[in-house]
């Protein structure tokens, strides 16, 4: 039987699928710590690939009043891979996450049940209603609980889910791989034996890790400890998880071919 998580799954696979389903987004407006904007795209970076579209997309964003900060987002690369992650699941379904609405509308025509985890209270309160009224739409069960998904996954003893989709990092980083990979365990101790376990944007972080690590095996061995210092500062991000892969392969004249799969097998297992 297949593991519950792929960590092959590449949810930046293109496809331009989510241009045919219709969303419900966010009404522009301000909020006690943020406000929702409003502009349209009609060319887009999308998992590191430019695209460029036939007619304008209307978006939304949700932007911080601290700092003037884009939070989140329903641009081109975020419809893709939420509707990539949406179209993998199925049945009950944990939501860490509740984000601008995405995910939940894409995968109610799959969904049985939705249990959506979402931190903020304003989240909650602002992007739930959208929610609601596609949950309606499609008559699936719907519960919201305002909490961490650390609190959740711990003391969930409603029986085991047919999906669990996390999304609580703000940005797609290496960087967040410990913490990551610690959720996914807890998330696979509740999810059934033939479920899904998603992560968003995991195996574009597993590319920029590999990305760094082959930069790194690339210069030659007595170098590499120079260029780890030197970098280390202005990509603290994924030089942080690097340490352990100088070590691994110290004095070595590195064939990537063999080494690079070491380093994902590396990232997948860290944790904190």
Request: glycine share 6%; net charge negative; with cysteine.
């Amino acid at each position: 039987m297949a593991s519950p998580f792929d960590p092959t799954f590449d949810d930046c696979a293109w496809t331009d699928a989510w241009l045919q389903v219709p969303i419900i987004q966010l009404t522009p407006g301000v909020h006690q710590t943020f406000s929702v904007k409003q502009w349209q795209v009609t060319e887009a970076n999308i998992c590191g690939q430019p695209y460029r579209f036939s007619a304008p997309i209307d978006v939304r964003g949700i932007v911080m009043h601290e700092d003037e900060r884009l939070w989140m987002s329903d641009v081109p690369q975020e419809r893709l891979m939420m509707f990539k992650n949406a179209a993998r699941s199925r049945g009950r379904i944990l939501v860490g996450g509740l984000g601008v609405g995405l995910y939940p509308q894409y995968a109610m025509a799959l969904a049985s049940r939705l249990h959506i985890v979402e931190v903020s209270s304003e989240v909650r309160h602002v992007v739930g209603p959208i929610v609601e009224i596609a949950a309606a739409a499609y008559q699936v069960d719907l519960t919201f609980t305002v909490d961490t998904i650390e609190s959740v996954l711990e003391d969930d003893h409603s029986g085991p889910y047919d999906t669990i989709f996390l999304d609580v990092w703000d940005t797609i980083n290496p960087l967040h791989l410990p913490w990551i990979n610690g959720l996914r365990d807890q998330a696979l101790q509740i999810v059934k034996p033939d479920g899904q376990v998603l992560l968003w944007g995991y195996g574009l972080m597993l590319r920029l890790f590999e990305d760094a690590c082959r930069q790194l095996l690339s210069v030659t061995p007595s170098e590499r400890e120079a260029y780890f210092d030197e970098v280390r500062t202005a990509q603290p991000g994924t030089l942080a998880l690097l340490r352990p892969v100088l070590d691994h392969f110290a004095g070595e004249v590195v064939n990537l071919d063999e080494a690079l799969p070491w380093c994902r097998d590396y990232a997948i297992k860290l944790t904190e």
